[in-house]
């Protein structure tokens, strides 16, 4: 997959993903959620929660994002790569085994978060008439949505780790310089 299109797809699906970070529920949890009061305010923390974490997410990806960018444009202006080889080399560092591991992380997690919000919105859209068994089973549903949702993230934070890492070899191997970035 070439680097852009890399790039912009875990930046997509990243910024998905924050929509269902946020913190997890206590151990009584499921117990109050019989609550309707409850389920109400988790409810609308859980909102608040997904809007904190989105934004959250977007300055992190951007973070990786412009570092990678400026270790790349550091390798092609001394002249260590050109726009091609940067693309022949994010294609292939997908191809060696610690590149395949990241990669089978990522998608295993990416279907893992992907069954837990296929099932919240069957749930929302199956209970749609019905706001109280709704909200009571978004307030059971969300503790295991949010886990996997970490755990996505956490996958996406190693593939942008990875990236960075073998740029990073690249660039010591050449002697150059990479620019000090927060």
Partial sequence: MPAQKMKNTLII?????ACLLGSGAHADHRQDCESADYAKRYDDTFAAGMKNNVERLRQQQAGHQKKLDGMVAALKQRGVWSDDDSV???TNIWADESGKAVEAGRKKATERWKIQ??????????MS???AQKTRGMCL???RVLDEAVVFYDALEKVWSYMEMKVAEVAKDKNVTLPALP
């Fill in 129 to 131: 008439d019905h706001p």
């Fill in 117 to 126: 919000v296929l099932t919240v919105q069957s749930w929302d859209a199956t």
């Fill in 88 to 90: 022949t080399f994010f």
């Fill in 141 to 143: 549903l969300a503790p």
């Fill in 13 to 17: 699906i990243s910024t998905v993903a």
